[in-house]
Nanobody, 125 residues
Framework: QVQLVESGGGLVQPGGSLRLSCAASGRTFSSYAMGWFRQAPGKERDLVAAINWSGHWTYYLDSVKGRFTISRDNAKNTVLLQMNSLKPEDTAVYYC??????????????????WGQGTQVTVSS
């Protein structure tokens, strides 16, 4: 069992930065790949970034490449999403998710068995 709690969302102007944090409970955090998803009103939930158990493999949605960075600290049971050069189209609820396994992080929502409650990110002037 893994429990996930996100923090760090808020209101930021276009071009600004935010850092989302996801704190995980449990002693086997390093056995899970982690992903950050987002869902805007009226749209599907999309995988924004993912990282495998060791942190050596990452994935990014094309629209966030070069702007967002995912990282993890297995000693602190934490995964971060650094978001720079934010755009209004980045506005969404962002969710942290965990998928058990030691391969590359999954890309599909159904493969993630544990989810946080979500944190709102609003990019607006």
């Amino acid at each position: 069992q893994v429990q996930l709690v996100e923090s760090g969302g808020g209101l930021v102007q276009p071009g600004g930065s935010l850092r989302l944090s996801c704190a995980a409970s449990g002693r086997t955090f390093s056995s899970y790949a982690m992903g950050w998803f987002r869902q805007a009103p009226g749209k599907e939930r999309d995988l924004v970034a993912a990282i495998n158990w060791s942190g050596h493999w990452t994935y990014y949605l094309d629209s966030v490449k070069g702007r967002f960075t995912i990282s993890r600290d297995n000693a602190k049971n934490t995964v971060l999403l650094q978001m720079n050069s934010l755009k209004p189209e980045d506005t969404a609820v962002y969710y942290c998710a965990a998928a058990y396994g030691l391969g590359p992080a999954p890309r599909h929502e159904f493969e993630y068995g544990y989810w946080g409650q979500g944190t709102q990110v609003t990019v607006s002037s």
